[in-house]
């Protein structure tokens, strides 16, 4: 069995989304690593405590889930927040990808598509995928989706574009490109024509991701899991 890992990406209101809802309804399996970051702060999670600890309760909903929209606007305005925010959740949002990796491994999938946000941001990732997959845009096609979209003021949805690599500069290490300027049947067609070519593909990183791992310190974690997984 051979299986390899594809990076999707975008940026804020490109339309990524619409792709990864295309991409299911193939079949494909997809890891959505924004998914897992709002598990892995779900109550009484190793991460949920860590952040208590240096953001305070005031950043807690009634339920005592975290208020993202309150956390997110202190570590938009604040960069030594936002990355200390990373350092307690990345870790955590790893091992889960990494296990959801392994269970599609062993049910033999082709490939598994990685939808990360800021993977071409982080770079780090991008190493062990064999193709990544940006969800592009034009510019002004963007400013007026997220303002339509967040009810955003036009300097507030500059602010929130401009925070993030610009889709132009994102567009020179994407191996695959599907530009969502247009209409929902023109985005569907590009990712019904890239979905083959993927799946075609021969090509083996298995050995790759292991390496990567290891780095990572999560070689403990990996013969854990595939026991599971065999057993």
Same mark, same amino acid.
């Given at each position: ?5 594809? +990076? ?18 193939? +079949? ?191 070689? +403990? ?11």
């Amino acid at each position: 069995s051979t299986m390899f890992l594809v +990076g999707l990406s975008g940026g804020i209101a490109s339309g990524k989304s619409t792709v990864v809802a295309v991409l299911r309804e193939l +079949g494909c399996a997809v890891i959505d690593a924004d998914v897992i970051a709002r598990q892995v702060v779900q109550p009484h999670s190793k991460a949920h405590q860590q952040i208590l600890q240096h953001f305070g309760t005031e950043i807690l909903l009634e339920n005592g889930e975290i208020n993202r929209e309150a956390l997110g606007n202190i570590i938009f305005s604040q960069p030594e927040k936002r990355r200390l925010l990373n350092s307690i959740t990345h870790p955590e949002i790893l091992k889960e990808m990494l296990k959801q990796v392994l269970k599609y491994f062993v049910l033999g999938y082709r490939y598994v598509i990685l939808d990360i946000p800021l993977l071409f941001e982080t770079r780090g990732l991008t190493r062990f995928m064999k193709y990544t997959v940006l969800v592009y845009c034009d510019p002004p096609t963007q400013l007026v989706r997220l303002m339509k979209r967040s009810g955003l003021g036009v300097a507030e949805a500059e602010a929130r574009i401009g925070s993030q690599l610009p889709l132009d500069e994102k567009r020179k290490w994407a191996t695959h490109v599907i530009d969502n300027s247009g209409d929902r049947e023109s985005t569907r067609r590009q990712v019904l024509r890239l979905h083959p070519r993927l799946e075609d593909s021969l090509d083996f990183l298995w050995a790759r991701l292991a390496v990567g791992t290891a780095v990572a310190g999560l070689g +403990g974690l990996v013969f854990l899991l595939i026991r599971h997984f065999i057993s």
